[in-house]
């Protein structure tokens, strides 16, 4: 092996060495916070900078900043995760346009309202000439987004997925919203 390449696989062990002590840091400064009683209420778990492991069976993290959810929320938002990852991620991201459109910030263009019978049948809401729902169809070369058999509280837990996905950065992101 050469020099270089020995210099070069040593600089990648030192950094990977020192990432995970980072991870280990964090996580214990997070567990101490918690057992102190800084979190507050103890069916809430404190989200800051740090990447937490939501439970035990998924392998989920959240980062989301200066923001608590309580552990009901945040197994709405795993439950979101999954059903995004399902049913929404072959077309959609949050944020960028893959065959949809990117879907941060997607509350603060439509209403819970309007969101549930598009996501359920977005054809229905086409035709009955929605300004929006017509808009993003001729956006997207009018293709058209398949029905869902989801219910409300299914709809809502992806929505809730996508508000806690929203506020992350959007570093070299190519998103593109329709307004």
Not at 38 to 63: F, H, K, M, R, W
């Amino acid at each position: 092996m050469s020099r270089f390449a020995l210099g070069m696989f040593s600089f990648l062990i030192v950094l990977l060495v020192g990432l995970a002590g980072v991870v280990v840091f964090a996580g214990t400064g997070l567990l101490n916070k918690q057992e102190e009683g800084v979190c507050g209420n103890p069916n809430e778990v404190a989200l800051d900078t740090t990447l937490i492991e939501t439970s035990d069976s998924t392998a989920n993290a959240y980062q989301v900043a200066s923001n608590t959810l309580s552990q009901e929320d945040m197994a709405v938002v795993e439950a979101g995760d999954a059903l995004f990852k399902n049913n929404c991620a072959q077309c959609h991201a949050v944020f960028d346009v893959v065959v949809g459109p990117a879907l941060n910030d997607i509350t603060k263009r439509r209403s819970i309202s309007w969101l549930i019978p598009w996501v359920k049948n977005s054809s229905k809401v086409v035709a009955s000439g929605d300004e929006y729902a017509v808009k993003l169809f001729n956006q997207y070369q009018e293709q058209q987004m398949p029905s869902f058999q989801l219910s409300d509280k299914e709809i809502k837990s992806i929505i809730k997925y996508i508000e806690v996905e929203s506020p992350k950065s959007i570093v070299n992101s190519t998103a593109a919203i329709v307004d």
